[in-house]
């Protein structure tokens, strides 16, 4: 399975992130988590949320209020949206396959070669 965030990489304050993972030799309709995490130097790994294969949602609860991960079968894409982003968004985000929810590992699974997204004015 291969796997290819993008979106921009520049995202001002207040606004809404919005990143597509396209994913290649494999469908989002099978069996697995397609999730999203993202990396800090300072905070680590963090887990976003994920899209079942039957198109349940599951998000971490910190991000909740402003995570929304959709899916496109036909394009075999899914979404992120991340509104009201503030600095603290400012991360390298990861979309993958997972096998378990939430994701406290990448060394699991497979993952995209990640996109930085930076929010600033």
């Known amino acids: 399975v291969q796997l290819q965030e993008s979106g921009p990489g520049l995202v001002q304050p207040s606004q809404t992130l919005s990143l597509t993972c396209t994913v290649s030799?494999?469908?989002?309709?099978?069996?697995?988590?397609w999730s999203w995490i993202r990396q800090t130097p300072g905070k680590g790994l963090e887990w976003v949320g994920a899209?079942?294969?039957?198109?349940?949602?599951y998000y971490n609860p910190s991000l909740k209020r402003r995570a929304s991960i959709s899916r496109d079968t036909s394009k075999n894409q899914f979404t992120l949206h991340l509104t009201s982003v503030t600095p603290e968004d400012t991360a390298v985000y990861y979309c993958?396959?997972?096998?378990?929810?939430?994701?406290?590992?990448?060394?699991?699974?497979?993952w995209g070669q990640g996109t930085q997204v930076t929010v600033s004015s």
């Open positions: 993958g396959r997972a096998t378990q929810r939430p994701v406290t590992t990448t060394s699991r699974g497979y």
């Open positions: 030799r494999a469908s989002i309709t099978t069996d697995y988590y």
């Open positions: 899209i079942g294969y039957v198109g349940s949602v």
